[in-house]
């Protein structure tokens, strides 16, 4: 389920094709994001996460019961997992600097997970409303792009060693 701040319990509505336009659109909407194999969330301008998947507290490995929704930043828990939490800390500030930029990025955890960030502004009657991310594990393909990096290598190497 989408976590909100003020979600609601759909399956008390009306079945989607007789809900009105607002019920139905959130449906939608709830459906499609949690459909999403990557970590979806938001932020409002001043930091505090307003929505977010399941995928993203899988990602994060964060009890949904424990996400604090009121306080600005991620958790001090979660942060400590990042290998390196003041290059993360370093982007958000980027990110409130230049609030109209997109941004792509890439971060490490300390167990070995990698991450790749896309962020993009939250615009809202033409303002910036906040910031929208999405997170993919990315671990076993730059693991295997690794490989195959060392794979061709020790490929080139023999090759030279017979050419020689």
């Known amino acids: 389920m989408l976590h909100t701040h003020t979600s609601a319990d759909l399956t008390a509505q009306p079945p989607l094709h007789e809900a009105p336009d607002s019920t139905r659109t959130l449906a939608l909407l709830q459906a499609t994001i949690e459909a ?3 970590g979806l969330f938001v932020i409002d301008t001043r930091g505090r996460i307003s929505i977010y998947n399941r995928r993203f507290l899988e990602l994060w490995n964060i009890p949904g019961h424990t996400i604090d929704l009121t306080a600005p930043g991620m958790p001090p828990e979660v942060l400590a997992r ?8 370093a982007s958000s500030a980027r990110h409130a600097a230049h609030p109209e930029q997109n941004a792509f990025e890439t971060f490490s955890f300390t167990d070995g997970r990698m991450f790749e960030s896309v962020s993009y502004p939250l615009w809202l009657d033409g303002a910036i409303a906040g910031r929208v991310f999405s997170l993919r594990d990315i671990t076993e393909r730059v693991h295997t ?4 990096r060392e794979s061709e290598a020790r490929y ?3 090759i030279e060693r017979l050419l020689d």
């Open 36 to 38: 999403s194999t990557d």
């Open 156 to 158: 080139r190497t023999l």
């Open 82 to 89: 990042l290998s390196d939490p003041q290059a993360f800390l």
């Open 145 to 148: 792009e690794q490989a195959l």
